[in-house]
């Protein structure tokens, strides 16, 4: 049974991951989890910074056990991409990632104090992503230092291809580093349907 707590901080992520972290108050997520109204500050003291901390936590936790169950280089960078492309996909473009999300909108000189520790959330899962995929990589056979090279690449172009998908509402960015990314891994891309055919 999921608690009250715990649905808080997942609804704190999925709200994020469509609106952004600026436009989430504690209130939505109140709201979406159907949590009890005063329990935001009972469940978080730490208020908003805390709640997005968590939620970042959790996104970053839940991305890196969907790479951990890849057995391949090109299994993860498919389930990723599947992923990712499907959420798009039911979400009307809506969905993106959090953990840009924070890092992107982090950006408030005057609000150093509470944007720091969620950027340095945000931080730390990108790195976890990039050291399990690097760790695959090199179980795959690629050197280490190629291998981080790669990671690094996988990460950054999916999530610039999910951004590019959301503003232009058609999934072709995101098939496009998928296949550049497959030929890179030495694996030809599956043939989708562009949008037109669906």
């Not at 935001?40 to 056990?65: K, M, S």
């Not at 959420?87 to 999300?101: H, S």
Request: aromatic share 4%; hydrophobic share 45%.
């Amino acid at each position: 049974m999921v608690s009250p707590r715990e649905r808080m901080v997942v609804s704190a992520a999925l709200l994020i991951r469509e609106r952004g972290a600026h436009p989430t108050a504690i209130a939505d997520v109140l709201e979406h989890s159907g949590a009890p109204r005063g329990s935001a500050y009972h469940y978080f003291p730490g208020g908003r910074t805390q709640l997005l901390c968590e939620a970042i936590d959790f996104v970053g936790n839940h991305i890196a056990a969907r790479i951990q169950k890849g057995h391949s280089g090109i299994e993860i960078l498919d389930r990723l991409v599947s992923d990712y492309r499907r959420e798009l996909l039911d979400t009307d473009y809506r969905a993106g990632c959090p953990v840009v999300a924070v890092s992107v909108e982090a950006g408030d000189p005057a609000k150093q104090e509470q944007a720091a520790p969620v950027t340095e959330r945000a931080a730390a899962a990108f790195g976890r992503w990039n050291d399990l995929i690097a760790a695959q990589l090199i179980a795959d056979g690629i050197a280490a230092k190629r291998a981080g090279e790669l990671a690094m690449l996988v990460i950054t172009a999916i999530e610039g291809a999910i951004v590019v998908a959301r503003a232009s509402r058609d999934v072709k960015p995101l098939d496009l580093v998928h296949h550049q990314l497959r030929a890179l891994l030495g694996v030809s891309a599956p043939e989708r349907k562009s949008e037109d055919d669906q």
